[in-house]
Structure formats: C-alpha cells, structure tokens
C-alpha cells in the first residue's frame, strides 16, 4: 500500500453522494492504481438489501475508479467488483 484515503459520507442519500464526496478528496485518488475496496455502506437504508448495496458500490467503484478495482469479501478475500454481488453475503 502507498496511500489510504477515508471521508465521510452521506450515502443514505443515494449513490450520487459518492461523487459528491469523490470530488473532494485529493487529486492522486483520481489516478490508476489497484484498488482494494472495503464496504460498510452496503448496509445504508437506500438499498433494497446487502446484495443490492454490494452490487451498486462495486458498479460504482468500477465505473469510478481507475485501474484495477477489487473487492474485500471476507473469507473469499479480494473478488472483482463483478463479481461481488455473488459474494455479498461475506461482504
């Protein structure tokens, strides 16, 4: 790892608040790099269920991040963002 980066977020409003907060983050986290993802916003109440908010975090962070993007799932360790809808229940 070379650089970490966490901020606040109000996600109960909807995805669209991540790129609200994405756009005020520093200039590198825009650059490609591999991305290990780590999820607690799977859980906010604008998503139907954990299954809903894995798969539209990771389409977003896929969508959004540059370079390769994977993942944390628990005991399955990194999976593509995919593929992580499959692997919700250990996200």
């Known amino acids: 790892m070379v650089e970490a980066v966490q901020a606040p977020c109000r996600l109960w409003r909807g995805v669209p608040a ?6 005020q983050l520093p200039d590198w986290v825009r650059g490609e790099a591999a ?3 780590t999820m607690t916003g799977e859980l906010t109440d604008c998503f139907a ?43």
Not at 18 to 23: I, K, M, P, V, Y
Not at 56 to 81: C, D, E, H, M
Request: proline share 2%; glycine share 8%; aromatic share 8%.
């Open 18 to 23: 991540l790129d609200e907060t994405f756009a």
């Open 35 to 37: 991305h290990a993802v």
């Open 49 to 91: 269920d954990r299954a809903d908010g894995v798969h539209q975090l990771s389409a977003w962070a896929a969508a959004t991040l540059k370079g390769s993007v994977r993942i944390y799932a628990g005991r399955a360790g990194f999976v593509p963002a995919d593929n992580a809808r499959a692997h919700a229940a250990d996200i």
